[in-house]
């Protein structure tokens, strides 16, 4: 549980593109820095739930390469708890897209990858075995990540990532590739797993409903450079019902038209 | 099991109906008993034998320095820049190349043999191995230092074992090439293993004998593939290795 502190981060990088594409700025010239983030000032509050939305390439996966630690920004910085990031660590656990699991070693091993140095082996264990069960995966212990299915692969990270207690838990797309049901279930997951131990969360996608379902708060990026469109907080218990709730299904189509499509089913 | 049986009933009708006599193309009846006999007075397994311990000593020694040597030059990048060219310029020159100097440098005997199968192995595997860690998904290296892994551990959790499927394979070719490379080097620089077996009955005018000499080789080398094979079957490095 944490508080994040985004303080005027940029970062450029160089344009390789010689062709430009339709809709980049004919200013900046092949070889010329752009800026992806500029001057982003974020606060994140202890123990909330963010989903970050916006146009892809926006810039909001870097947002979170930076966060975690695996990118340095041009400028700017990033405070979690009031210390500077630096590098990645246990303290801000990035849960991949996919692959994230070391296809080498079973669910297991995996899950107890952060746990190497824990002295007392029963307590290791036991941590390992609380985490398992959490995400259901009680019984593909000693299976192989190949040998699982999409959906267990991501519970099977997910639980990797809290096995280590961090603060801050980023997540980067995290149902993408998951088929429809995998996805809501998935989702599920995530909710119930932040209900309970409140840890704060960011969650980039680029689905709607997935922010609106899951976010106490949602932000709402701005494209090249990537800027604050939106950002507005969600006080509605869950699970939610977009029939019963008209302010978030209006939310819905706001969203929607700020990202540029007009007729929002 | 089939393929030599029909083989071996070719070469019998060719060796029937051809002009060749017994001195030239031997059949495979006069070849099997020769084989016989080989075995029986001890001159076969002290010539496999010999011909064995030297893949094994430079097998196991191109191993253990062209795996690292691929790692480090994989890793980093300033050391694979600075050796890359080197091994380049090296890799295409053909072991048997290497016999003259070989022998000049360390005489006639073991060592020269298993100097140019560590050669002719250690090349593939440098080669195979940098291209592997190079390939390595970067993902499991930001996980890594997500989880505070220092270089040891990134070396022995991640890099090695990713790199183990490919590497299995870069050996299973390897061993292959060490096997066709002692044969020549004993030819040369030694007077035993089965390639001076071959050479001796050659000058002996035995071609029944060169023949069995071939057939051993054959076999062994099969048998060392599917040993190489046989790795494959580990559970930890089924990801890389089973076909999906």
Known sequence: MSRIEIQQLTKQYLNRRVHPRSGDDPAIKPGDTFDVIS??????NNGEMVCILGPSGCGKSTMLRIIAGFDVPSSGQVLIDGRKVREPGTDHIFVFQQNGLLPWMTVWDNIGLGLRHMKDKTEKESTITEFIEMVELDGFEHHYPHQLSGGMQRRAELARAL????????MDEPFSGLDFLTHMKMREEVVNMHEYLRKTTLVVTHDI???LIMGDRIVVLSSSP??????CHLDYDRPRDFEKLPELSQLRSEIFFMLGVNYAV | MVTFIVLFGVWELIHRFGTWSDQVFPSPFVVLTSLKDLFENGTLVKHMVASL?????GFYAAVLVGIPAGILMGRLEFVGKLLNPLLQFLRPISPLAWIPLAMLWFGIGDVPAIFLIFLSSFFPLVVSTIAAVKSINPIYFQVAANLNFNTWEVTTMITLPAILPSVITALRISITIAWLVVVAAEMIAVQSGLGYLILDSRNALRMDYVMAGMIVIGAIGLVLDFLMRQLERIESVQWGTQKK
């Open chain 1, 163 to 170: 096995a280590v207690n961090p603060n801050l838990l980023i």
């Open chain 1, 39 to 44: 001057a982003l000032d974020l606060n994140f």
């Open chain 2, 53 to 57: 311990y030297r893949v094994t000593i």
């Open chain 1, 209 to 211: 409903d997935d922010a």
């Open chain 1, 226 to 231: 990537a800027t604050v469109r939106l950002d």
